[in-house]
């Protein structure tokens, strides 16, 4: 079991990404051998998530039930989601039910997966039961709002939020404490049950007494507002709290076709020099109106900025999303010298080379990291992951069997995931997930990083960070 807890909490073996595309890509079978043979709980799962879309239930529950024998919670939560979509309500029912976690930390987790399982066997009374004594763990009080949804249950729902909402309300605890979460519940609730009226009068009060968690009610508050038209509260809100509430309320002027009236709503906030990222929320609005010129412009003003506000980066994702990867490269090069000599080495030419490789122009980046000057052991200058760059652009450029033997003479996991993603366009499934280390061979060279930077740590003390 602590090889699962290692590979969930470190992404350790083959990653989730990996296995969401040999899965799309047709290599299921491929997934359920790497779960067999190399107890990979990624490629479990993905394995599972096939298995299960093409009604192989027994064999899914195959895959997953040696993960399921060491009494790991995720395992055990994907297995009974397997028995109850193959039919097997009272195994899945006996697999979840909590066992000897009374009085521990885990019994709030436990009694959690049980209710889900309880819910779709129709039991839904039960739940709540089971639930109700569990509600100031966080996890429990979301729980039993998302899983009675729809199951003729609010009343009771309501009954059990109503006392931990007056507690919260009567003292508010800030920096994580108390059941802050139970007011966004109740006002889920409440509206769900078409009582949105009242959802929206109580949860206003509590936004205007300012009775917030480590996290804020604000934004749920606007989104409640938004979903039933409420335009110009929204507007009202988005005066004193806008932080959380702009962007709300700049979406639900452009869902209502009124993506004018947005526009130069974030202008006047702009032009009057208010805090906030108020140009990226304008850029963002340009781009989606189909206007991208026009939102380059709107940000143009940061690009060159040394510091936080500076937008170039969000700029040239959004050009790459809408296939303007030419434009993305030109920003690259039009910035001051002042802010290249920051930040050129670090971030914008990797992007300028990521940039060319996805216009088809991956033969000027590679000879742009040729040109650049190299060190006395010939690395180039600066260059972070240089070989992995490189592979990658041979790759774009159609030179896959260059790209392969690079890669394979890489050693570590992110030298073997690219060499997987090249395998997985070519089809070759079994030899992708081969090509990514185990996970013992992962936590080794986890270990051995660690290891350096706390040498590095030790001699930077040691030998004068701050010294004479």
């Known amino acids: 079991m602590d090889d699962l807890q290692w590979q969930v909490a470190n992404l350790g073996g083959v990653l989730p990404r990996i296995v969401d595309e040999v899965l799309d890509g047709g ?8 779960a067999e043979e190399r107890g990979d709980w990624f490629c479990a799962e993905g394995a599972v998530r096939g298995l299960c879309a093409a009604g192989e239930f027994g064999r899914a529950w195959a895959v997953v039930e040696p993960f399921v024998g060491t009494g790991w919670r995720p395992a055990v939560r994907v297995g009974a989601d397997v028995l109850v979509r193959w039919g097997r309500i009272e195994q899945a029912l006996e697999l979840s039910r909590p066992a000897g976690s009374e009085g521990t930390e885990d019994a709030a987790a436990a009694a959690r997966d049980h209710a889900e399982v309880l819910v779709r066997a129709g039991r839904a009374d039960e739940a709540v039961d089971l639930l109700a004594p569990h509600l100031r763990d966080r996890r429990v009080l979301g729980a039993l709002v998302e899983l009675t949804e729809g199951q003729g249950c609010d009343e009771r729902v309501l009954e059990l939020l109503a006392p931990l909402a007056e507690e919260f309300r009567r003292s508010p605890v800030r920096g994580g404490g108390g059941p802050w979460e139970v007011l966004s519940g109740q006002a889920r609730v409440l509206e769900r049950s078409g009582r949105a009226d009242e959802a929206i009068r109580q949860f206003g009060a509590d936004v205007a007494a300012r009775r917030y968690g480590p ?36 979406r639900a002027l452009e869902d209502a076709g009124r993506a004018g009236e947005a526009e130069a709503y974030l ?36 690009f060159d900025d040394l510091h936080d506000a500076n937008l170039l980066q969000p700029a040239l994702l959004l050009l790459a999303e809408h296939g303007l990867h030419d434009r993305a490269i030109a920003l690259t090069q039009e910035r001051s010298p002042e802010f290249l000599a920051e930040h050129e080495a670090h971030w914008v030419r990797s992007n300028r080379w990521w940039l060319m490789g996805e216009a088809g122009r991956a033969p000027e980046a590679l000879a742009e990291i040729a040109a650049l000057p190299v060190d006395g052991d010939g690395e180039a200058d600066e260059v972070d992951d240089r070989e992995l760059t490189v ?78």
Not at 27 to 34: F, I, K, S, Y
Not at 268 to 283: F, H, N, Q
Not at 408 to 426: C, N, S, V, Y
């Open 391 to 468: 592979a990658w652009l041979l790759a774009q450029d159609g030179r896959v069997a260059e790209a392969d033997a690079l890669l394979r003479g890489m050693p570590g996991k992110r030298a073997g995931t690219q060499l997987a993603e090249l395998l997985i366009r070519q089809g070759r499934f079994a030899e992708a997930i081969a090509a990514i280390p185990g996970v013992a061979a992962q936590r080794e060279e986890e270990e051995r990083r660690r290891a350096k930077w706390r040498e590095a740590a030790a001699s930077g003390a040691a030998g004068g960070w701050g010294s004479r």
């Open 267 to 302: 202008r006047g906030l702009i032009a009057a020099g208010k805090p906030g990222w108020y140009e990226s929320m304008l850029m963002e609005l340009l781009f989606r109106q189909g206007r991208p010129a026009d939102g380059i412009e709107a940000a143009a003003g940061t």
């Open 27 to 34: 290599g299921l079978e491929a997934l359920v051998g790497a």
């Open 215 to 250: 996290l804020n009610n604000v934004e749920s508050y606007a989104e409640l507002l938004a979903r039933h038209g409420r335009i110009e509260e929204l507007r009202s809100l988005a005066g004193t709290e806008s932080r959380a509430a702009v962007p709300v309320y700049v």
